[in-house]
């Protein structure tokens, strides 16, 4: 188990700040690929309906 410390320097740089950030990173990067993932999939679905929309006005 780690042990905050009160001395800043070592609190910024230490194991235990590594690993907190690095846990909030990660965090931040899975939101963004799963909204990246949602808006991709909007994209596909509306291009979809775009292609149906096309093909119905050429018959």
Same mark, same amino acid.
């Given at each position: ?18 690993? /907190?950030? &690095? #846990?909030?990173?990660?965090?931040? %990067?899975? =939101? ?15 291009? /979809?309906? &775009? #292609?149906?929309?096309?093909?119905? %006005?050429? =018959?």
């Amino acid at each position: 188990m780690m042990i905050a410390t009160f001395d800043m320097e070592t609190a910024r740089h230490g194991d235990v700040y590594r690993a /907190a950030r &690095l #846990a909030m990173l990660t965090q931040q %990067v899975m =939101r963004h690929i799963e909204r990246t993932d949602a808006s991709a999939q909007n994209v596909e679905q509306m291009l /979809a309906t &775009l #292609a149906e929309a096309n093909a119905l %006005v050429r =018959r």
